[in-house]
């Protein structure tokens, strides 16, 4: 068990102790919560992990590596920013394509990119719920306010890799 999850698991037993200070009717309420959540991510994660794995195996290292990989430099963090707002669908699609496009070659700085290219931008959400919702200006204010962030993380990260050199565990 790493650290990480050490943590969380406190964290989540602390919690649990304090539903229970609460009443036991809470902590019941919340474990079969939790439980029902764990149900519904699981065959997510069972499928969007192996997916990774097979998808890391079809992606060929020179595209990965020479069109989002470190030698790529602004070329590909500019790439891997705008791909990430093409991204559909949540972390359980996200995720397991950073860690193809990883295994592939790409770079640590274009990978941050990419991610929060899809966290910022995230197409399919201003189309389906952003437009109708909150209206065009809201979108444009928005996505005006948010151009650079992408890029600026990559960059960001390009600086501070030398500090954490495993930053991606699989490279």
Known sequence: MSATQGLLWLMALIAFGFCLRRGGGMAIRAAKDGGHSLLRVLPLFAAALPMSAFLAE??????????????????GILIASLAGGFIPGGPFVSF??????????????QMAALVTGWAIYGFHRVIAWELPVLGPRFVLLRM????????????????????????LLHR
């Open 144 to 167: 005006l306010a948010g151009l650079a962030l992408p890029v600026l993380t990559g960059l960001g990260v390009e600086l501070l890799l030398p500090f954490f050199p495993n930053a």
């Open 96 to 109: 397991p394509l950073v860690l193809t496009f990883t295994k592939a070659g790409a770079g640590v700085p």
């Open 58 to 75: 079809l992606v060929p290292a020179d595209i990965a590596e020479g069109w989002l990989g470190h030698e790529s430099g602004l070329t």
